[in-house]
């Protein structure tokens, strides 16, 4: 079974710091890793989507990175703002079964 | 955003009724899931579909049923709700089984 950890839990930043994320799991033979945002009560919003042969993906200031070898994702969020503030989660896919994390919650201090 | 409508979004319903939430897409996407957001669990995948009238099992489906009658509606019925029932559900799409996957905005359903 696919288990999916996230390390820090919760992260406090101040404004302007580059940060990384990680995401670690347990089975490599996964077809994509994903990461997503959560607000407060809201959904998920996609933010990148790393297939398994591909090493990273790139959006604006987020960038992730993927060794399935290690069983290892990083998201690398740079110049963070407050805006950036929320619940970051990422899923390792299988066939049409995501495997969540618990997420790590990122404050940005203005 | 993605054109992913789930339906209620809150509801408040007692232990032993019938409850039915609706997920609706304009995508056109072929697989849509039901997830369950926990304190302490995170998401949790219940039963997804893989076209009109195909679904499967996820992770906790015990309790759980679903249908899809047609592309666009993915619906997930609670036989009998129970207070371990109480969650936010939420709805995915995507257009195969490893691409990316989009998510609804969520339904809060509480059992009492």
């Known amino acids: 079974k696919q288990e999916v950890t996230q390390i820090p839990a919760a992260l406090s930043v101040p404004e302007g710091e580059n940060l990384v994320l990680n995401c670690s799991f347990t089975?490599?033979?996964?077809?994509?890793l994903q990461w997503f945002r959560q607000d407060p009560g809201k959904g998920l919003t996609s933010l990148l989507l790393?297939?398994?042969?591909?090493r990273e993906q790139t959006s604006g200031r987020l960038n992730a990175s993927l060794d399935k070898s290690s069983g290892r994702s990083t998201l690398y969020i740079a110049a963070s703002q407050p805006g950036d503030s929320a619940t970051y989660l990422c899923a390792a896919g299988g066939a049409a079964d995501m495997r969540f994390g618990a997420g790590t919650r990122l404050t940005v201090k203005p | 955003d993605a054109g992913i409508t789930q339906s209620p979004r809150h509801k408040v319903t007692e232990t032993g009724t019938p409850v039915t939430l609706r997920c609706h897409q304009t995508e056109n996407h072929r697989y849509m899931y039901w997830y369950r957001q926990d304190p302490g669990h995170g998401l949790r995948l219940i039963h997804y579909s893989y076209g009109v009238k195909d679904t499967d099992k996820g992770e906790v489906s015990d309790g759980y049923s679903v249908s899809r009658s047609k592309t666009e509606d993915f619906l997930l019925t609670l036989e009998s709700a129970t207070s371990s029932q109480t969650s936010v559900y939420f709805c995915?799409?995507?257009?195969?089984?490893?691409?990316?996957?989009?998510f609804g905005q969520g339904t809060r359903l509480t059992v009492v």
């Open positions: 089975d490599s033979a996964i077809y994509n």
């Open positions: 790393i297939q398994s042969s591909q």
């Open positions: 995915a799409i995507s257009e195969s089984g490893d691409t990316e996957a989009f």
